[in-house]
């Protein structure tokens, strides 16, 4: 059920910002470990979608292959870029973090292929739970920067 984590292109569902008053090392590491924070645990769900990846390298930083339940790092630029990408049985999706101008941005690009992946797409996109999350995990990495 694999699919490759490297697609060309996703089709783009949104983007979330947040003014953070530091410096691009220091939202970077606080970045790094929000996800790392928020994702611990989460082993269980990503076995029940069927995510790949579904657990996490022993330590987190940023690096490139290193991996969160449900995301493997793509592409990573210390202190301005860090793509995260991963797939399930319903979704194929990347989610990048860009700091820039004294501003976080995360920028969601995702596939729901077939009738069950509309139908994911309608339980985490139409009700807004993943707006929620994404929102909540800036606000946390504004905090601890």
């Excluded at 995510?51 to 990573?76: K, L, N, S």
């Excluded at 077939?114 to 999350?133: D, K, P, S």
């Amino acid at each position: 059920m694999k699919r490759s984590l490297y697609m060309e292109r996703l089709p783009y569902i949104d983007e979330h910002a947040m003014r953070i008053g530091a410096p691009r090392d220091r939202v970077w590491i606080a970045l790094t470990e929000v996800l790392r924070r928020e994702t611990r645990g989460g082993d269980g769900l990503a076995r029940v979608l069927g995510c790949d990846p579904a657990h996490g390298t022993p330590r987190f930083d940023g690096t490139p292959g290193q991996t969160i339940p449900g995301f493997r790092v793509a592409e990573a630029e210390p202190g301005r870029r860090l793509a995260l990408r991963g797939c399930h049985r319903y979704s194929d999706y990347q989610l990048t973090f860009l700091l820039e101008d004294g501003r976080l941005r995360a920028q969601t690009h995702a596939a729901f292929p077939g009738v069950l992946g509309r139908l994911y797409r309608a339980a985490v996109i139409g009700t807004r739970g993943h707006r929620l999350v994404t929102r909540r995990l800036l606000r946390q990495v504004a905090r601890r920067a």
